[in-house]
């Protein structure tokens, strides 16, 4: 492991990517393309960077949660069946990393992205409906454990655009505007952080003075993130939430294909 024998320069590095990840995160998802490169760049291994990733990542969204939960945009009740399925697949997908090759999704993930940006671009921004929660039901469940679980696997496995993913699913199976969506992505998000960051702890893949280091500079961005979401709506929201979409595709079209 490293020591925090770090240059003076790496500190900052350090500090300044989690202050922007973390508030760019509270509002689109996407911190992680930020931050994984960072751990990376001061020689963090892959999977050290991975785990010490989900260590200060669960600072930032769970700050982001709280907010939203605070401020009546989030019901853990009515969601409460959305953790235990995001647990469960963030749970598996964390343990399958040290058993599977995941280089089939450096092809497809692109693609995936590039079309849930072309769809959030071309989306209705639901700014007159869409602040009531579904009516509950089988097929509500469904969605829920579907959704849940399928991001959950996604988030233990890879990462990048998780947040992202939430917000727009969670909008159209839905129907919920663009800040319940948000509230929503923000604390499934840390559910899906926080088991996969136990589990990499577990499997022994955490650095632990760089991911405090990271994770209380992620807290703060993700702090004002999250109130200036709040605060100025979905006319905020929207634009910064497209272009994380479209920085994430790519970012990654580029690392898979070029």
Known sequence: MLELGLEFNSLLLIIAIGLIAGFIDAIAGGGGLLTIPALLSIGLPPHLALGTNKLAASFGSCTAAWTYFRKKLFDPQFWRWSFVATASGAFIGTFAVDFISSQWLDKLLPLVIIIIAVYSIVMPSNKDGGDKLPTAGPSLNNKIFGQGFSLGLYDGIAGPGTGAFWT?????????????????????????????????????????????????????????????????????????????VLIIAGNLAWQAWF
């Open 168 to 244: 727009v699913s969670s909008m159209s199976l839905y129907k919920l505007n663009i800040l319940l969506a948000s509230g929503l992505a923000k604390a499934m998000n840390f559910t899906s952080n926080f088991v996969s960051f136990i589990t990499f702890v577990y499997l022994g893949h955490v650095n632990w003075t760089i991911g405090l280091l990271l994770g209380f500079s992620i807290m703060f961005g993700s702090y004002f993130g999250a109130h200036s979401a709040i605060r100025f709506g979905a006319k905020f929201i929207r634009p910064v939430f497209i272009t994380m």
